[in-house]
């Protein structure tokens, strides 16, 4: 660079060895002219990193704020436009990924089948996207409209990924620089230490699923070479600890990752920190995105310089995505409002609330709502999984999706009073148990996401797990209250029932 450097001033200044007039006049004349032969900042980057993460379907069109009121993937399309424009004056190039959990997660991916999102990502022009434990649902067919890479961090018995379509690991390239993605979940935690936090079943593998972690045979099959390139480790659901986990991040850098995409997801009693600053003294360097608790997106931004064989973190930050980081970018918001007319079409109101209605009251009112379910003698669920209060007011069916956003099915399984009373304290569930039974065994109604934790917990085979419907537990939850106008305001389960386990409503 420094000889680079020298040739390129001795040329312009050769180029006017013949300008007549004063030495003062021609020191200010030269001094111009260097300027504007000068050599590229040092500090210019060679590739930008842009990762978003948790979107969680919310690419509402603009005129539905009556159901979205933020609607800040405007902004982060803008941004993106914006950092595309800019590195095309520096020669840096720009890499787009989403993390995960962005697919499916609203009452409008929900809606439109996750339509929604693949507009988003394609007019955007992500180069990967990730999946994570919020996008099991997402089938084949729709991943296919997907321009982008699509990663899986799970993968079947045989090390396949879980989803068909997908791969574990990707190559990408920024200009002439080869880029290794591996997809990661968790770190390096095992699925027997939180097997609530692991999915059962992903994608089209509904049983036997596991995180990804032979990364060298990934690697290996994408032809990386250690010092080549640019190799990243996605890492959704990454909780800092205390101290760096030091085996893991030897690992990582025995494989060559250069650096780690993390996002974290801050617990209800934790304090969320918006200027997160990321991990950048680990090796490898960790670039943090946070979830925002009211909603609104983040855009995390890393920037790198070749160095030698190394990377070198130039810059990290961390931006909200708001009109005052970028303006709107109005061919996306465009493309997005076609969806309008579909999603505030399936938003029916379902019941006029005279007060509101908590958490708490919403268990009752669901639990309630899988005891009609034929055949059922109890019912298992936990109050983790309602989401939201339903205000006073109007109920709509996106409040209810709010509140209750699976997409799982409603399944029966048969268990004994005994593995009902073990369950329901291992695994923090309420209890709803019809009392004129004396049986050895009980048919439960439960989600399937509860149905798997439940025979893994017991050693029971997730074969045994009955489908009742083949709908969401949202739209049996919707019909319910359809067919029962009375119970979104608190109509309880029939004389007869009786409630236990951790949570005594």
């Known amino acids: 660079m420094a000889n680079d450097g020298r040739v390129r001033r001795r040329t312009c200044r050769g180029s006017h060895r013949g300008f007549p007039g004063k030495l003062l006049l021609y020191a200010a004349l030269a001094a111009v002219l260097f300027a504007g032969c000068s050599r590229p900042k040092d500090d210019a980057p060679d590739v930008i990193i842009l990762h978003s993460g948790r979107i969680r379907g919310n690419v509402y069109p603009l005129s539905l704020r009556s159901i979205a009121s933020l609607p800040h993937y405007q902004y982060l399309a803008g941004y993106v436009r ?104 968790y770190g390096d935690t095992s699925s027997n230490t939180f097997p609530d936090r692991f999915p059962a079943g992903f994608g089209t593998t509904r049983t036997g699923v596991a995180p990804v972690r032979d990364y060298a045979r990934v690697l290996a099959g994408l032809g990386q070479q250690p010092g080549a390139g640019l190799t990243l480790l996605s890492w959704m659901k990454f909780e800092s600890p205390k101290d760096p986990p030091e085996a893991f991040l030897q690992q990582l850098r025995g494989l060559g990752v250069n650096a780690i995409l993390a996002h974290r997801i801050y617990g209800g009693k934790e304090k969320e920190v918006w200027t997160a600053s990321g991990f950048l003294d680990w090796q490898p360097p960790v670039s943090l995105n946070i979830l925002r608790h009211n909603g609104g997106f983040a855009l995390a931004r890393l920037d790198l310089k070749r160095d030698g064989k190394a990377w070198k973190v130039l810059k990290h930050q961390l931006i909200p995505m708001t009109a005052n980081s970028a303006p709107a970018d109005h061919a996306v918001v465009e493309a997005v409002a076609r969806y309008a007319a579909l999603i505030s079409g399936a938003d029916t109101k379902l019941a006029e609330l005279p007060e509101s209605v908590p958490p708490e009251s919403i268990l009752k009112i669901y639990m309630t709502a899988l005891a009609a379910e034929p055949g059922t003698r109890a019912v298992l669920y936990s109050l983790q999984s309602i989401r939201t209060s339903w205000l006073a007011g109007e109920l709509r069916a ?44 009980l048919t439960v109604t439960t989600s399937e996401f509860f149905g798997r934790l439940i025979a893994t917990k017991l050693g029971i085979a997730p074969e045994s797990l009955r489908v009742t419907a083949q709908k969401s537990e949202f739209d049996y939850f919707v019909e319910y209250l359809k067919a029962n106008p009375g119970a979104a305001g608190g109509a309880t389960s029939s004389p007869g029932w009786s409630w236990s386990g951790k949570f005594q409503p």
């Open 398 to 441: 996106s409040q209810v999706f709010n509140s209750l956003p699976w997409t799982t099915p409603v399944v029966q399984l048969t268990l004994t009073p005994e593995q009902i009373k073990q369950v329901s304290q291992d695994l923090n569930l309420a209890v709803l148990q019809n009392d004129g039974l004396d049986a050895e065994s």
């Open 82 to 185: 914006k950092a595309r424009e800019e590195a095309a004056q520096t020669g840096a190039k720009v890499l787009l990924i989403d993390l995960g959990d962005s697919l499916t997660g609203s009452f409008a991916s929900h809606v439109t089948g996750s339509e929604n999102m693949v507009t988003f990502f394609n007019d955007v022009g992500y180069d990967a996207l990730l999946l994570s434990n919020l996008d099991d649902a997402v089938q084949p067919e729709t991943l296919a409209k997907l321009k982008a890479k699509v990663l899986n961090p799970f993968q079947d018995a045989a090390g396949n990924p879980a989803t068909e379509g997908t791969v574990s690991g990707a190559k990408l390239s920024a200009g002439d620089i080869p880029i290794f993605l591996l997809a990661n979940f």
